[in-house]
């Protein structure tokens, strides 16, 4: 016996929850949000104070905060298609937001569930296209959804709701809870369409920052030097990209009259003082970086709020105990950094994804867990959680024993990340990459550029230079190409990649060999 196993048998005999919590199948709750960068919860540590999310970093500190949660194609249906699926998109077969649909005869992770007597249910974005299937209850937003007074679907049936969509998704959410059959286990998956773009907050937190100024991030007028044309030629910047609904210059169509007053006593004065003032270049960059955090993080307001009404109502049932609940994101976001917001890229900032877990008598309280890990992960670990078998095929892993603080000692140490949509929106070419901890080797393909970049984020961690081609990085190219070559094997990555994959219209023209 290893003195892990005494250890653990101790922790065991001194903690009799742990091993009731595993005979009885657990509920799930997943909290699931939209372009949720980790930089703004202030669990991860933010150094720029951008905003308290108490609630989230209730989860973290009740459970696990996971540090390098990253996302196989960070764009918002990919991720959904990988999350039920446990597969990446090639396997799924939903690559892009354009002309992807979700194929629903395929086994996902609720369809499993709800057939081991789960009772299951989606409320909010699904994004996914086709109808949710292996769910005993579903009312999502139809596409991107509205932020105020949204029409959803409610199993088949359409209505429209009076108010501001995450509110509704978390209410929606707790009237589910309330109605189930509590001699049942659950799986429900709140999904908010917020903080996504136009980031338009909650009326009642439109003066939640009082006129702050922010801190800006050091790369907010990033020059693109040292890096490939693919960097330089994107169309997501705050200077270029940035729209007038974007700056709340012009007002949103969904509001009612009386939202609308609201909405203009609050905004109108501010952009006749911005029209006055009439800003350009740098300045005008720095009106509209203050604009979109104030935005953004007013929407993350209502979504840490959602998080604990749904924590209140498990402590207030007695449901807490035996609930694994998750927050999480469907992949990270740019604020400001690199003078961009979206995501896309195999970047830091779009490539990792916030995810806190709990689940008392199995997760230590407060711990952090630092491993690569993925939303991939999610399917296989649910179905671990309720002890029902996954099925082959699945390309993630349990995150069952990390989330018992025992990570196996062949977790993997590489990962296989591919964005395909291409060019519209945003102009972000097509590239896969081998992800480690401190490295990315980057291949970007597209007719008109073809060329690797090499990151290394222990010298550079704002990934600010590709060292493709610094000699002393020669042997560790060679060995993630490697790796590459053995992922992409491994995760059956077909080649060439099918020319739908990038949602255009027109073939996109090059040899695709990959
Ligand atoms: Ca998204």
Redesign the pocket.
């Given at each position: 016996m290893t003195l892990r196993t005494v250890f653990f048998v101790m922790l065991g005999l001194l903690m009799p929850s742990l091993a009731q919590a595993e005979t009885k199948q657990p509920n799930i709750v997943f909290i699931f949000s939209?372009?949720h960068a980790y930089q703004a919860i202030s669990a991860y540590g933010d150094s720029k104070k951008l905003i308290e999310t108490p609630n989230i970093d209730r989860i973290a500190k009740e459970g696990m905060r996971f540090d390098r949660c990253v996302v196989p194609n960070s764009?918002?249906g990919p991720?959904r298609a990988t999350i039920l699926t446990g597969k990446y998109s090639h396997a799924n077969g939903f690559f892009n937001n354009n002309n992807s649909r979700f194929d629903s005869t395929q086994v996902t992770f609720p369809k499993l569930m709800q057939a081991a007597g789960y009772q299951t249910a989606v409320i909010g974005k699904w994004h996914l296209v086709s109808e949710p299937v292996g769910f005993d209850y579903w009312q999502i937003l139809p596409g991107q959804g509205a932020y105020y007074n949204p029409p959803m679907n409610d199993n088949g049936k359409q209505v429209k709701h009076e108010g501001y969509v995450t509110d509704i998704i978390s209410d929606l959410s707790i009237d589910w809870l309330k109605k189930r059959d509590k001699k049942k286990p659950f799986v429900l998956m709140s999904q908010h369409k917020a903080p996504?773009r136009e980031w338009s907050p909650a009326l009642r937190h439109l003066g939640h920052d009082k006129d702050r100024v922010y801190p800006e991030p050091e790369t907010l007028f990033d020059d693109y030097k040292n890096r490939g044309l693919a960097v330089r030629d994107q169309d997501m910047t705050l200077e270029k990209t940035f729209s007038q609904l974007d700056a709340k210059l012009t007002v949103p169509g969904s509001l009612n009259a009386e939202q609308r007053k609201v909405w203009n006593e609050y905004y109108e004065p501010r952009n006749e003082a911005f029209r006055k003032a009439n800003p350009t270049g740098k300045d005008l960059i720095r009106w509209r970086y203050n604009r979109y955090m104030h935005d953004y993080l007013g929407c993350i307001k209502a979504v840490d709020e959602a998080v604990g009404k749904l924590l209140k109502y498990l402590d207030d049932e007695g449901l807490a105990e035996n609930t694994l609940v998750i927050y999480s994101a469907?992949?990270g976001f740019y604020l400001g950094e690199h003078g961009w917001f979206d995501?896309r890229w195999v970047f830091e900032e779009s490539l990792r994804t916030p995810m806190v877990a709990r689940w008392p008598g199995v997760t230590k309280p407060g711990s952090v867990n630092g491993d690569i890990t993925s939303i991939v992960d999610f399917a296989q670990t649910f179905l671990d959680a309720a002890n029902i078998p996954a099925p082959e095929g699945m390309q993630g892993r349990s995150l069952m024993p990390l989330l018992k603080g025992q990570t196996p000692s062949d977790w993997r140490k590489s990962f296989y990340y591919h964005y395909y949509e291409y060019p519209q929106p945003h102009h972000v070419r097509p590239h896969y990459a081998v992800v480690t901890n401190r490295h990315k080797l980057i291949h970007f393909y597209t007719p008109d550029v073809d060329y690797w970049e090499l990151y290394d984020r222990e010298k550079d961690p704002q990934e600010l230079r590709n060292a493709f081609d610094d000699p002393e990085n020669a042997a560790v190219v060679v060995e993630l190409k490697k790796e590459l070559t053995r992922l992409q094997k491994e995760l059956k990555v077909p080649n060439p990649i099918p020319e739908e994959a990038y949602g255009r219209s027109a073939p996109m023209n090059q040899g695709k060999k990959k």
């Open positions: 939209d372009d764009i918002c991720s996504h469907d992949q995501k």
